[in-house]
């Protein structure tokens, strides 16, 4: 999905879960507004497994942590997965709005320290 796109459906109320793949560092410089922090060092599908019926839009900085993320998910029987092309820096490209996060909230199904 591309960044005008995207924008188009959470101006709409289109649902959509947020991934941000990137590590938690990178959330405090930036980060897409409502999204969640599930990072690719930690990614383990099952984890999100309640997720499995929501439509998920992963995206890290430019494409390739989100591609490894998906082909995850995809492999693991998630059927309704995609991908933010070009990743946070297509959205900011396009001067979408942008937020920071001290403490990024984080994808937690299960016991969570």
Not at 4 to 12: C, F
Not at 84 to 112: D, E, H
Request: charged content about 15%.
């Amino acid at each position: 999905m591309n960044a005008p796109t995207l924008k188009q459906w959470l101006d709409h109320s289109q649902y959509v879960v947020l991934i941000d793949v990137r590590e938690p560092v990178e959330l405090t410089i930036e980060s897409i507004p409502g999204a969640v922090s599930h990072p690719l060092s930690i990614f383990d599908p099952s984890k999100i497994n309640l997720l499995r019926e929501q439509r998920l839009l992963l995206y890290c900085q430019s494409g390739m942590r989100s591609d490894r993320a998906a082909s995850q998910l995809i492999s693991m029987g998630f059927t309704n997965v995609t991908q933010l092309q070009g990743g946070l820096s297509a959205w900011k490209v396009a001067a979408y709005p942008l937020t920071k996060s001290q403490n990024p909230p984080l994808i937690c199904f299960v016991k969570c320290r």
